[in-house]
């Protein structure tokens, strides 16, 4: 029997339903998060805006409560970048994306010529140690470095430490409310249990596409950055179900997830700065033109989108950073005038979101080239 085939819309909608961008959700921000296997938190509010845009009543007190009961963390997991997850998944991710944190180790422009040759494991040792006892600064782990270790390069040996040793960034670094500093501590010593030493990557893999799919094995490298997903992908095959793209490439899902009729209304979501939802597929033209795309990416400042009928038709940001705040929402000449008054709609709910639910600023849309 051949595979069925699915529209650039029917994939739209199916990944937005499992994004909970179709409709908000009721689940408790905690399950959120696990179900999305984390969110970006490069930015320390995106997380707070991802979580706005996809749960029913959410507030920002709700996430620092979690931050604060170290139920979830802040730590470089997928495309060695930081993402808030949960603790479980601080214990088990780790592990399993260290082949990307070493190469992107390997490759660093300005460290990887001083980690060459260099036996680490003195200096994770000591580091592993002295981050147990008490949590630090970038700062105060170079000093205490170069103390102990006098002959190698203090930034180096420091970021070795950032991709070896699996380091949460504790609060209040991540708190809505006067996030602070960066300051390390490894997993194990603030989440109280070791890492787990043999994750399953197939459980992994199942949860990407309840969170992402339908998708290729290259979506799940896009996501991951790990390579050998075609063979990952094969071996679950028999727990997934085949679809085909209009291009003809073969995608897999897990059979019973939603696949929402094509012509579902999406409404308008605004997301923040690198949301996951834009970046875990290696052929993104489920959510846009690949001439936007480049457009975006290529952009000198990259800032949140705003998805309207599901797709991406806007960028946002805050302009001001005291007193009253607009939301500048920047979008092409050819958006409709009912789009623009949908975008402009929600974009006074975020600005409410942001300031608290007194909002003063107001949202300017402005065409652009």
């Known amino acids: 029997m051949s595979a069925d085939v699915l529209t650039n819309r029917a994939l739209n909608r199916a990944t937005l339903a499992r994004q909970l961008l179709l409709e908000r959700s009721a689940l408790a921000p905690l399950r959120v998060v696990e179900h999305l296997v984390g969110l ?26 979690l931050l604060l009961d170290r139920s979830v963390v802040r730590i470089a997991v997928k495309r060695s970048t930081i993402h808030l997850v949960t603790a479980d998944d601080a214990l088990v991710l780790p ?31 000591f580091a592993r140690e002295l981050l147990a006892g008490e949590p630090r600064t970038p700062a105060e782990l170079r000093a205490a470095i170069a103390e102990a270790f006098p002959d190698l390069h203090p930034g180096a040996m420091a970021y070795a430490c950032r991709n070896r040793l699996a380091l949460v960034q504790v609060p209040p670094r991540g708190l809505w409310h006067g996030s602070g500093q960066v ?21 992994v893999v199942l949860r990407y596409f309840a969170a992402l799919g339908p998708a290729t094995a290259g979506d799940v490298s896009a996501w991951s950055r790990l390579t050998g997903m075609r063979e990952v992908v ?8 085949p679809f085909r793209d209009e291009r003809g490439r073969t995608l897999y899902d897990l059979p019973d997830a939603p696949r929402p009729d094509p012509d579902t ?31 975006r990416w290529d952009a000198p400042d990259i800032r949140g989108t705003v998805l309207h009928d599901g797709v991406v038709s806007a960028t946002w ?24 008054s949908a975008i402009e709609a929600e974009g006074r709910r975020l600005l409410r979101f942001l300031d608290s639910g007194e909002a003063t600023g107001d949202v300017r849309l402005v065409e652009t080239g």
């Open 40 to 65: 970006q938190a490069q930015e320390p509010r995106d997380p707070y805006v991802a979580l706005w845009t996809r749960v029913e009543g959410f507030t920002p007190e709700g996430l620092e409560g």
């Open 95 to 125: 592990s399993l994306v260290q082949p990307v944190l070493d190469a992107e180790l390997a490759r660093h422009p300005q460290f990887a010529p001083h980690l060459r040759d260099v036996d680490l494991r003195p200096v994770l040792a």
């Open 265 to 295: 209304p999406a409404p308008v979501r605004f997301l923040p700065e690198f949301d996951n939802v834009l970046l875990s597929h290696a052929d993104r033209s489920r959510f846009e033109h690949p001439d936007e795309r480049r457009r």
């Open 317 to 340: 940001s805050l302009d001001g950073k005291v007193g009253p705040r607009s939301l500048l929402v920047q979008h092409p000449a050819a958006l409709p005038k009912r789009a623009r």
């Open 234 to 241: 094969e071996r679950l095959a028999p727990k997934l179900r």
């Open 183 to 203: 300051r390390y501590a490894t997993a194990e010593s603030w989440l109280g249990h070791p890492l787990e030493p043999e994750p399953s990557i197939d459980d």
